[in-house]
């Protein structure tokens, strides 16, 4: 029970980490940093978010085996998925510090700089599109969890259209930076893709994230005045702010530094990746029942819950408090 409590609030020790990370970035957009320089930093920086979204993921394998339901499945796989792609996009810049600082270090004019700067690169393409399915992946979590609780195609169809135009152009800016010839990536064609790509992302994430909390807002506004219990789904939403804030700030800071072209955008779009992890996770763990809360409902009676059945039956808000267990049986899985 202790390492499972400490699964649920270990995120918040990473979304401070990371928020003073964020602060520190930010210092470094003011004053410039050299290419070679951001290079290093982004990888061992997302190394220690690498680290810590490994022990977020433990704490969603063990959340998910204390609801041993066919539901958990398809999220157990996006969990495995998403680690898989962090897992990946971690080696291949691993690969490329080797590549730039050791097999071309004197072999290209200008030395790992040039190296960086050619965004032609295969292992520059391969990293871009492992970012781009992270993307496409974390995003249509968020709306597929709008979708669950909203119960209506209608609210998703705006997130939708988003997802759809940031997965295009997801794919399409790594086909652009293969063909480059020449150039860096702020003056190839590639850079109007990555700039709709950060910018619909994050209307995306902000959109879906604010419906969501708004129905959820709503619900609890309706139903405090007639539950039969103290219960309050207040922390939900505080999870799903808080990791909504995580990565739009990221988000928003690379999008910054990218329109600026500055290059400490390199930085924050290494992190992002296990971030998305991350914040996929932070919230299934937080929203996952305890085990002893699921041994103290099993010993309640059939009477009692028959009684509860009928005195929502008689309640005008019989609709809302069923809607509200429906979503908390889905979406608490995730």
């Known amino acids: 029970m202790k390492s499972q ?161 940031s997965s295009v152009a997801a794919l399409i800016a790594p086909y652009y930076a293969s063909q480059a010839t020449g150039g860096n990536i702020y003056t190839n064609q590639t850079a109007q893709w990555i700039t709709a790509l950060f910018a619909l992302t994050l209307s995306t994430n902000l959109i879906g994230s604010g419906l969501l909390v708004y129905r959820i807002w709503t619900i609890e506004r309706k139903v405090s005045s007639v539950r039969a219990t103290n219960g309050t789904m207040m922390p939900i939403v505080h999870v799903l702010v808080d990791a909504a804030i995580v990565y739009a700030a990221a988000l928003f800071v690379v999008l910054v530094c990218f329109v600026c072209t500055n290059d400490a955008q390199y930085i924050l779009l290494d992190m992002i990746m296990p971030i998305i992890s991350i914040a996929f996770c932070m919230v299934l763990i937080n929203l996952t029942p305890r085990k002893t809360t699921s041994r103290h409902l099993s010993t309640v009676s059939d009477a009692e819950i028959n009684q509860r059945e009928r005195n929502l039956q008689q309640h005008p808000m019989k609709p809302v408090q069923i809607y509200v267990s429906q979503w908390t049986q889905n979406d608490g899985v995730e």
């Open 5 to 165: 409590d400490a699964s649920r609030h270990s995120y918040i020790n990473g979304a401070l980490v990371h928020s003073q990370t964020i602060q520190v970035i930010l210092a470094m957009v003011s004053t410039g940093i050299p290419l070679d320089t951001a290079t290093i930093i982004s990888t061992a920086l997302e190394g220690v978010l690498y680290g810590f979204s490994v022990r977020m993921f433990m704490g969603t394998m063990r959340a998910l085996s204390y609801r041993k339901l066919s539901a958990n499945r398809p999220i157990a796989f996006v969990a495995i998925l998403m680690l898989i792609l962090s897992t990946a996009h971690l080696a291949v810049d691993i690969f490329r510090l080797e590549d730039g600082f050791v097999k071309h270090r004197d072999i290209l004019p200008g030395g790992p700089v040039a190296f960086f700067q050619d965004i032609s690169q295969p292992t520059f393409v391969i990293k871009n599109l492992i970012y781009a399915v992270q993307t496409m992946l974390g995003d249509g979590v968020v709306i597929y969890r709008c979708y669950v609780v909203w119960q209506s195609v209608w609210v998703i169809i705006l997130p939708s259209m988003l997802w759809c135009a």
